[in-house]
């Protein structure tokens, strides 16, 4: 089977994972007086978004890096190979 279609699959839970960290980023309700003050003490929240966000794009790049030596993937591969593995760190890591 082409590495190709491998590719695809882990650059969509990639991407979904980017996308899923936005949902823990809100603003509870202020008035515009105190938006500063707001955003100032959710810092840590963002601080987590940016590292968490860094974090997987990392893995997204040594990703590619790696499928770009691949010209096929086997059923071995699929099953017990490196993708799974890769997701599950995926799904893990930010949220340690």
Known sequence: MSAHRTELFSDAVLAIALTLLVLDLSIRT?????????????????????????????MWINHHFAFARLNSVDRGYLTLGRNDHHAGDVRIGPNN
Do not use: D, R
């Open 30 to 58: 202020f008035q515009a007086s105190q938006l500063q003050g707001t955003l100032l003490h959710m810092w840590p929240t963002y601080v987590a978004f940016i590292a968490a966000f860094f974090y997987v794009s990392v």
